[in-house]
């Protein structure tokens, strides 16, 4: 049975994180048994890219300077399919190298499509969903969300190869990059980065962006809708749908994000506030990570907290209402994402999950010697027989 990712970076944790970049071009493949198609500046990206099948594997022979841990990340296009997420496998050197890296899933792009409508009685209409596709760049990491930071991947010295191995949909491949993902600073250490090169507070600025007017989603499910419960939501009408939130029980998925876009007037340091009920998990709460412009600015977004609430509350990003954080931003067009985590819950559920591995492990041994049916009559001598399996329990 293949070790999990906690036991396969156990096996490895004294070994060093080298602070290397190697960019492999994808079209410099070195084995395959698919019907390849190179493409050129494809979609706004200059240079060469590969458009890979359904079925079938890649291969790519890559030279290491130094043995270590390193992260992997691909840079991929979603390709028209059957509108499913994008699966994978991943090898390296020939071998899945833990249980995780069977499945790799690559998300599709959704979008509105067109403005919200009317009826002619007045109420708004969802518009249709469709999707947009850009190019990604994604770090591989756990699709269950049980490991919040980007896998570790162990690469001897020399030559090594990484295989990808399609499952389902294709799609097009531009390079994968091997390197170490920067550690996050802290919120204090970004302010003092913000003192150091003299930015200044804005002053009477603020830039509403309504939840349901998004530019990217993960998912067709993420769509508008209507919450009559309150009149503390915009647009309100009491008899007639309005459009007025988004998510909800449609938006819990580990790894399904939205994007908004918006604009600033000028240079400065800004809050960021949201208008948000999380009605779902009552008495617990639920994580996002905060994400603007593609990058987690600082480690506290990595997992924000929004508490069980009946009622809409205004959630200012910070410390404590006292102590909100503040974002530099430059002028013009900005984009913010919010994605779902599970924060410090994941490291919990995969003690669950581990003890019931365990347990079914125990059981199927068990069940081996006394059938699903045991005579109650019968010394099955489990101590002697399986001595091992008794004393874990």
């Not at 190179?38 to 043995?67: C, H, M, R």
């Not at 509105?112 to 770090?139: C, F, H, T, Y």
């Amino acid at each position: 049975m293949k070790e999990n990712y906690s036991s396969y970076l156990e096996r490895y944790r004294e070994a060093p994180r080298p602070e290397i970049e190697i960019i492999i071009p994808a079209e410099k493949f070195s084995k395959t048994n698919m019907d390849i198609k190179i493409l050129s500046d494809y979609q706004g990206v200059s240079g060469k890219a590969i458009k890979t099948a359904e079925k079938g594997y890649v291969e790519w022979k890559v030279e290491v300077p130094e043995a270590g841990l390193y992260n992997l990340a691909l840079k991929y296009y979603p390709v028209e399919g059957r509108s499913a997420d994008i699966e994978r496998s991943l090898k390296i050197n020939g071998e899945v190298p833990f249980l995780e890296a069977a499945y790799v899933s690559f998300q599709r792009v959704w979008q509105d499509k067109g403005e919200i409508l009317r009826d002619n009685r007045g109420n708004e209409i969802a518009p249709p969903q469709v999707e947009s596709p850009i190019w990604l760049e994604k770090n591989i990491c756990d699709e269950q969300g049980y490991y919040g930071d980007s896998f570790l991947f162990y690469f001897e010295r020399g030559e090594n190869t990484i295989t990808i191995e399609s499952q389902r949909e294709p799609m097009v491949i531009a390079y994968l990059k091997i390197y170490q993902q920067p550690e996050l600073p802290f919120y204090q250490e970004v302010v003092d980065t913000y003192q150091a090169r003299g930015y200044q507070k804005t002053n009477d600025i603020m830039v509403k962006i309504q939840a349901e007017n998004t530019k990217y989603k993960s998912s067709p499910i993420i769509y508008p809708i209507f919450d009559r419960g309150s009149a503390n939501v915009e647009p309100y009408h009491p008899a007639q749908i309005r459009l007025n939130a988004l998510g909800g029980q449609r938006w819990q998925i580990p790894g399904e994000w939205v994007i908004w876009e918006f604009e600033v007037p000028e240079d400065g340091l800004y809050k960021i506030a949201f208008k948000a009920m999380q009605n779902v998990y009552h008495g617990s709460y639920t994580n996002r990570e905060i994400s603007i412009d593609g990058q987690v600015p600082f480690q506290e977004l990595k997992a924000v907290r929004f508490k069980f609430s009946n009622e809409y509350q205004m959630r200012v990003l910070g410390d404590d209402e006292e102590n909100p954080y503040l974002f530099y931003l430059e002028k013009g067009k900005h984009t913010l994402q919010m994605k779902v985590v599970l924060g410090e819950l994941a490291s919990l559920l995969r003690q669950v999950e581990g003890c019931l591995y365990e347990l079914n492990n125990i059981f199927r041994q068990i069940v081996m010697i006394t059938s699903s049916t045991p005579d109650t009559l019968r010394d099955y001598q489990l101590e002697k027989r399986i001595p091992d399996v008794i004393t874990n329990l």
